[in-house]
């Protein structure tokens, strides 16, 4: 069986820094750091910091008072700031700074005036936390049916920001829509939002080019995982979205002679290794790596950690 692995794939910048943040937070100040909602949204990158002492909450009341508090890479409101502060938690802001990103341009549309449109998904971390840092009411949309429905008049002056790891496609057409509607809305250009969404998503692409089924390594939980799934199957190839070996069906590969594999941003290799054990085991293998685009990126550490010389 002919395996094509695609460039890049896996952790991202920001995911990294999260990660790292959690486990230097253990080392610089001992176990339990408390970390609210799951780091990043991936179940074994979960279980390894758990296993080194970090405790998973989902609200801040689960934390005692002056602990040491990590935020998770999606990012939080004001309000959860502001119970943070209260509560008198050492906070640790692991927010990607491009979720960051979105929060300021978001924050100062509306300073500007203006009506500000999020595309995300209504309930994805990610959006509830940029919904909590713009001090004015959004609109979320997610499909060309709820652009249709909008019914701002003409002269209102809109702005839109957009969730970091939706579809670029999709998101470039919802915002194509609403230009189309609203010539006067103003925006970032979506293929600006996040590198690592844009890199893995061109690489998913070119990866189905080239196999007849596509295995892409996530989470359902992790939205840019969810995002390779669709791309592949939109383009015609089978694709399914595993956490890791154990979830290799030997039926999907009946009739196929090549395999491409991708990973989510919040996927570490080692999954990715696992899925290659698990095929070793089913057929011989013939691995090719794709050249893809090479990442440079790496974010600067949260205040309060120290980093490893
Ligand atoms: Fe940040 Fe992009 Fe990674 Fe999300 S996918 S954590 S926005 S670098």
Redesign the pocket.
């Known amino acids: 069986m002919k395996i094509v692995l695609a460039q890049p794939r896996g952790?991202?910048?920001?995911?990294i820094?999260?990660v790292e943040t959690v486990e230097l937070a253990l080392e610089q100040f001992g176990a339990p750091v408390y970390v609210r909602h799951e780091i990043?949204h991936n179940q074994h990158v979960v279980q390894d910091l758990r296993d080194k002492g970090a405790l998973f909450v989902e609200e801040l009341d689960e934390i005692p008072r002056s602990a040491v508090t990590i935020f998770s890479?999606?990012g939080v409101g004001k309000d959860v700031e502001d119970q943070a502060r209260h509560q008198g938690l050492q906070v640790l802001d692991a927010t990607?700074?491009?979720?960051s990103k979105?929060h300021n341009q978001g924050r100062q549309y509306a300073a500007r005036g203006y009506q500000v449109i999020l595309i995300g998904e209504p309930d994805h971390p990610?959006v509830i936390g940029t919904l909590g840092q713009i001090p004015a009411p959004v609109v979320v949309i997610r499909t060309e049916a709820q652009v249709a429905a909008l019914t701002f008049a003409q002269d209102t002056s809109l702005a839109y920001i957009t969730q970091?790891?939706l579809s670029v496609d999709d998101t470039h057409s919802l915002v194509e829509m609403l230009k189309r509607r609203y010539p006067k809305i103003i925006g970032p250009d979506t293929r600006d939002?996040?590198?690592?969404?844009q890199n893995?998503q061109t690489a998913v692409r070119e990866l189905c080019r080239k196999v007849d089924v596509v295995l892409v390594i996530g989470s359902p939980k992790s939205a840019?995982s969810v995002t390779l799934r669709d791309i592949a199957e939109e383009a015609g190839t089978p694709s399914y979205l595993i956490a890791d070996g154990g979830s290799v069906r030997r039926g999907w590969f009946d009739d196929k002679s090549s395999i491409g594999i991708t990973a989510g941003?919040?996927t570490p290799e080692a999954m990715v290794e696992d899925v290659l054990d698990t095929l070793k085991r089913i057929f011989p293998l013939e691995i090719e790596n794709l050249p893809g685009r090479e990442e440079h990126?790496h974010?600067r550490l949260p205040d309060g950690l120290i980093a490893r010389q």
């Open positions: 952790f991202c910048a920001g995911v820094r999260a990043v890479a999606h990607c700074p491009l979720v979105v990610e970091t790891t939002i996040c590198y690592a969404v893995r840019n941003a919040s990126v974010f």
